[in-house]
């Protein structure tokens, strides 16, 4: 039997909220402490994406780092409410670098 994978929503909650209709596991937070602590706990489940609002993840460096090469969570940085910071297309970027060895974007 296939293993069964989950993505989720890590934010604020007008930010989240939003991707519960669409089937998504929500997690509205208040703070990057909680932001961090949900992220390490998804990261010992069945949680294959997790979406995080960039406005946290400016703040949590530490954590992007640790899950950056690893297969399982797949962390992708979306804009929250107040809109785009730049570092989720900054973040893909030095991805690609990374993979491909150049700038192709």
Same mark, same amino acid.
């Given at each position: 039997?296939? !293993?069964?994978?989950?993505? =989720? %929503? /890590?934010?604020?909650? +007008?930010?989240?909220?939003?991707?519960? #209709?669409?089937? @998504? *596991?929500?997690?509205?937070?208040?703070?990057?402490?909680?932001?961090?602590?949900?992220?390490?706990?998804? !990261?010992?489940?069945?949680? =294959? %994406? /997790?979406?995080?609002? +960039?406005?946290?993840?400016?703040?949590? #460096?530490?954590? @992007? *780092?640790?899950?950056?090469?690893?297969?399982?969570?797949?962390?992708?940085?979306?804009?929250?409410?107040?809109?785009?910071?730049?570092?989720?297309?900054?973040?893909?970027?030095?991805?690609?670098?990374?993979?491909?060895?150049?700038?192709?974007?």
């Amino acid at each position: 039997m296939a !293993a069964t994978y989950s993505i =989720a %929503v /890590i934010g604020d909650w +007008e930010s989240v909220m939003g991707f519960r #209709a669409l089937g @998504l *596991d929500t997690y509205p937070v208040t703070s990057v402490e909680e932001a961090r602590k949900t992220v390490h706990d998804l !990261a010992k489940t069945n949680c =294959a %994406v /997790i979406y995080l609002t +960039e406005t946290l993840a400016k703040d949590m #460096a530490d954590v @992007l *780092d640790r899950y950056k090469d690893n297969i399982q969570p797949a962390i992708i940085l979306i804009p929250g409410r107040e809109g785009s910071l730049g570092i989720g297309k900054s973040n893909i970027q030095s991805a690609i670098e990374r993979a491909v060895g150049a700038d192709i974007l």
